[in-house]
């Protein structure tokens, strides 16, 4: 079974797992007349079960270390050398440092091991910031290059929608709502004269 190899996402195949994987990619790139024998079907399944359970492993194991930091993190300044050691771990395997560990980081500079990971941990994490920053996402395409994949025909773009008419006019306001008739002066008959 392929093993996780490092925090970077690397794997460590077996020779005989390097064998199938060269055969199934030779098969996909240049698709002989003939399939793929059951086995080496079976084989080729086989190894994408591992490398999943490998990639599971490895977002595992990330996971322990970050929360492992995030404790002696909350654990500062009484961890101060347990943190360090982690936190200069995690930048080396491609962490980028949290606000609350360059927070902690600054808080901690009077000490000189972690006034120069500051200065290292702000390199990363402004690095970080403009790589999000400079680039776009890329529209995502379909990978047609493979044997057996079939392209698709470009859907048409729907058509926009237009608003039913109401098979009755809408009312205006002044339809719903009537003009307000001005009061007449009451008869002038009935009254006294001086």
Not at 15 to 41: D, G, I, N
Not at 176 to 191: D, E, Q
């Amino acid at each position: 079974m392929p093993t996780p190899n490092g925090s970077r996402g690397g794997m460590a195949f077996s020779a005989a797992e390097l064998h199938v994987l060269r055969r199934s990619l030779a098969h996909a790139l240049q698709p002989s007349s003939a399939p793929l024998a059951a086995e080496e079907v079976q084989d080729c399944l086989r190894l994408a079960q591992s490398v999943d359970e490998a990639v599971r492993e490895a977002a595992r194991l990330r996971a322990f270390v970050l929360d492992d930091l995030a404790r002696y993190r909350g654990a500062l300044p009484g961890s101060l050398s347990g943190y360090l050691d982690l936190l200069r771990q995690a930048l080396a395997a491609g962490y980028e440092p949290t606000p609350d560990d360059l927070a902690a980081l600054r808080a901690l500079r009077a000490n000189p091991a972690a006034a120069a990971l500051l200065e290292r941990a702000r390199t990363v994490a402004e690095r970080s910031v403009r790589r999000r920053l400079s680039t776009t996402p890329a529209p995502r395409t379909r990978l047609l290059t493979l044997a057996g994949g079939r392209e698709e025909p470009p859907r048409p773009a729907p058509a926009p929608k237009e608003r039913p008419r109401p098979e009755r006019p809408v009312p205006t306001p002044g339809e719903v709502f009537p003009p307000r008739r001005k009061p007449t002066p009451p008869p002038a008959s009935g009254l006294a004269v001086m």
